[in-house]
């Protein structure tokens, strides 16, 4: 392989350059002709070793022919998991849980700036100075966000967070020790039966994928209402779905739509089920009425350290909409919260279910918890003495008892 980065760089930019012109109007297999004929036949290049020779010409090909640019292959590599890039010369990857550095870099800092702009563009959003921050997704519903350079002080920063191409299912789960068989069990028969579900976490801990794994119980007749800031949850099972994808506001402020406002929007359209990607802030009041007003079986994701801090999270982001009494706010959350799952990380990378507990209801003052199954790092998810205590849905919705 090259040795010299910086060589390879410069190498690749003017290499760019020439042939830019006249790859524009043809086919990926004439532009890789083209490239691999300007190498091959450059004097300059005589010294390249074969390899080195078709590590040149994948990076001009990727550079001219593919929207991630150097990041493409990366990308394409079923093992990546994230792709970390730091500004244009400190790209890191995610490889089957461990984190390396990648052994190329951006050309130019433009290179990179021009890679986030195709992005955002093709789900119509836009970064610049004055809207330095932006969530985006690419085709495959990959998670991006991106961050102009003059908010990071190192230079543009992008971050895809890639999801399988392959389908991931309970059972693959259950193989991989995230929970027991009988843990899955459980949660199918709360999903059929209608039970609000909030599943907790800390990052990338595997909160959407799971969720994704909960939709396949969803009765298929069901309407389902799927409300995300970044559309990424891939429910394929239901046929009358809809979704919707919250929006940024224009260069002149205008043209925003937030979760808020979708949520709002969702009850007017007969929904079944109501899946919210991930609640952060005021949103959360209208979720939560959602739940209280018959829209049973809804799903949603937050990010938590325990389940008592994400109550207290929820807590919170209801006070950001509005300015109610502590009681009545857990009242609400714990009317409307059935079941919540939490998820983690652990040191060897791999994640769990650490515990789902029952919210019993409320006492007048604290959220009554009941856990129904807890994790040990010595015995795995175990199911706790305590049952579930509220099964009314359970029996209204087939005695799945």
């Known amino acids: 392989m090259i040795n010299n980065n910086d060589t390879l760089c410069k190498t690749t930019g003017k290499m760019r350059d020439e042939i830019s012109r006249g790859a524009g109007e043809i086919s990926d297999d004439e532009a890789l002709s083209m490239i691999e004929s300007h190498v091959f036949r450059n004097e300059n290049f005589v ?11 994948s990076r001009v090909f990727y550079a001219l022919r593919k929207d991630l640019d150097v990041l493409q292959p990366y990308a394409d590599d079923d093992e990546v998991s994230e792709i970390m890039v730091n500004g244009k010369d400190d790209i890191f990857i995610e490889r089957r849980g461990k984190i390396e550095k990648a052994k190329t870099s951006f050309d130019k800092t433009e290179d990179l700036e021009e890679v986030i702009r195709r992005i955002c563009a093709k789900v119509h959003r836009e970064i610049n100075e004055l809207n330095p ?24 920063i992008l971050t895809i967070r890639k999801f399988p191409k392959k389908e991931i299912t309970m059972e693959m789960l259950i193989r991989n020790g995230t929970l027991t068989e009988e843990a899955a069990g459980f949660m199918k028969k709360l999903i059929r039966a209608g039970y609000n579900i ?8 595997g909160k959407t994928t799971f969720l ?6 969803i009765p298929k007749d069901e309407r389902v ?7 990424e949850l891939q429910i394929r099972e239901i046929k009358n779905i809809v979704r919707m994808e919250c929006r940024n506001a224009n260069v002149q402020g205008k043209g925003k739509v937030d979760m808020k406002q979708l ?10 089920r109501i899946i919210v990607g991930e609640v952060r802030g005021e949103e959360v009041l209208d979720m939560i009425q959602a739940m209280n007003t018959g829209h049973d079986g809804s799903l949603s994701t937050g990010h938590g350290n325990s389940i008592e801090g994400m109550l207290r999270r929820l807590e919170s982001m209801f006070l950001q909409a509005a ?16 079941v919540i799952v939490h998820m983690g990380r652990l040191a060897d990378k791999t994640r769990k279910v650490l515990e789902i507990a029952e919210i019993k209801g409320f006492d007048g003052n604290n959220i009554l918890v009941n856990t129904l199954f807890k994790y040990n790092i010595n015995s795995g998810l175990a199911k706790s003495e305590s049952g579930l205590q509220n099964t009314e849905k359970l029996e209204l919705r087939g005695g799945w008892l």
């Open 212 to 217: 994704n794994v909960l939709s396949d119980y």
């Open 263 to 272: 949520i709002k929007t969702s009850l007017r359209m007969r929904p079944d």
């Open 198 to 205: 909030f599943v907790s976490g800390g990052t990338s801990s």
């Open 225 to 231: 209402i799927v409300i995300e800031d970044s559309a």
């Open 47 to 57: 010294f390249y070793s074969r390899a080195e020779k078709g590590e040149l010409i």
């Open 323 to 338: 300015n109610f009494p502590i009681e009545a706010i857990r009242s609400q959350i714990a009317e409307g919260i059935d």
């Open 133 to 156: 921050i932006v969530d985006a997704r690419l085709a495959d519903g990959s998670r991006v966000s991106a961050v102009y350079k003059n908010v990071a002080i190192n230079g543009p």
